[in-house]
C-alpha cells in the first residue's frame, strides 16, 4: 500500500521569504483573529483574477481576510492585485511547485478561524460566506466540519452552463464538491494539508482521507461557481483518482467508480467534440445526466 502524507502548517510558514511579501494590511497582522480567510493560489491568472476578486468583494462579511499567493506571474496578475488592495490584504509573490504546493501555502498564510480556498479562475457564489460561516456555527461540532453545496459550472466565458449537486459517485461515495468547500482551520491543523503525492487530484484523496473523521454539512445551494478549464477532468486526473480510489476503497467499490470516471469522459468528449461544450451541457439537462 502506498505512503501518502500530508504537509504541516510549519512546514510552509518557514520557506515564506520577507522579500515575498508585496503588502500586507495592518490589522492583517494585528492580535485579532479574523472569522474566515478566503485564499487564493495564482500563476498567470490575468484573465479571470478579477471576477475571482469581484466574488470576493461581495461578499460584504466584517472581518474577513483575503490572501493571494502568487507564484511569480509573467502576465499582468500583479497589477490586478495591485488595484484590489481594498480587498485583498496580503499579496505575496514566490514561486511554488504545483497546484497544491501553492495552495497549501496560501492556506498556511491565512489567519482565520475557517478557511476558503477560492482558485483564481472560479467565483464565490453570493453570500456564500456568510451562510457558511452561520453553518458552522449552528453545527454540534464546528472544529471537525466542513461545509460543501452545490457547484454553478461556468465555461471560460463565465455562462453558466450547469450545476454540481449531491448526486453520488456510488452508494457509499457521494460527489465532494471541493471548490465549495469552506473549512474550518482546526482541521488543516488536525490532518494536515494536501497531499503533494498527486498533481491533479490530491482534493479528492483529502476528502477520502477526512471523511472518516469529518462531516460535511452539505448545502443545496450553490457556494461557487466553478470554471471548466479541463484540469481535473483530463486522463492524468483520472488516473490519479483511480490511484487514490484503490487506496482507501474496498476493490468492487473502486473498480466501480473507475468504469464510471471512463465513461464520463469519453461520453463528455465525443460528445463535445459533435455538439460543442455548451450543446453538451444543454443535453445533459434535456436527458436528466
Known sequence: MMQI??????????????????????????????????????FNGGKTLQSTIDSVRAQKVDGME???????SNDNTREIVEANRDVVTKYVRQKD????????????????????????????????????????AES???????????LDIINESGDKV???????I??????????????????????????????????YEYYLYARPTVQFLLQKRPLAEYRTDGRS????????????SNHYLPWTTSRYI???????????????????EKGFYRLKRLVGR
Open 97 to 136: 511547485e504545483g497546484i497544491y504546493d501553492g495552495m497549501n501555502f496560501a492556506i498556511a498564510l491565512a489567519r482565520g478561524k475557517v478557511i476558503k480556498v477560492i482558485n483564481a479562475d472560479d467565483l464565490l457564489s453570493e453570500d456564500a460566506v456568510r451562510h457558511s460561516l452561520q453553518v458552522l
Open 66 to 72: 483575503y490572501v493571494i499567493v502568487d507564484a511569480n
Open 140 to 150: 454540534d461540532d464546528p472544529d471537525n466540519s466542513i461545509v460543501n453545496g452545490y
Open 233 to 244: 477532468a483530463g486522463f492524468e486526473g483520472m488516473r490519479e483518482a483511480i490511484k487514490i
Open 5 to 42: 502524507t500530508h504537509p504541516r502548517f510549519e512546514d510552509y510558514r518557514s520557506r515564506l521569504r520577507p522579500e515575498s511579501v508585496v503588502f500586507e494590511h495592518s490589522h492583517s497582522v494585528s492580535d485579532t483573529i479574523p472569522p474566515v480567510s478566503i485564499v487564493t493560489s495564482v
Open 258 to 276: 473507475a468504469g464510471i470516471y471512463w465513461m464520463q469522459k469519453i461520453r463528455k468528449l465525443v460528445l463535445t467534440r459533435l455538439l460543442g
Open 170 to 203: 456510488t452508494k457509499s461515495v457521494p460527489a465532494f464538491l471541493h471548490p465549495s468547500w469552506f473549512v474550518p482551520r482546526a482541521v488543516y491543523e488536525r490532518l494536515g494539508l494536501y497531499s503533494l503525492d498527486f498533481r491533479i487530484a490530491s482534493d
Open 162 to 168: 450547469d450545476v454540481f449537486t449531491e448526486r453520488w
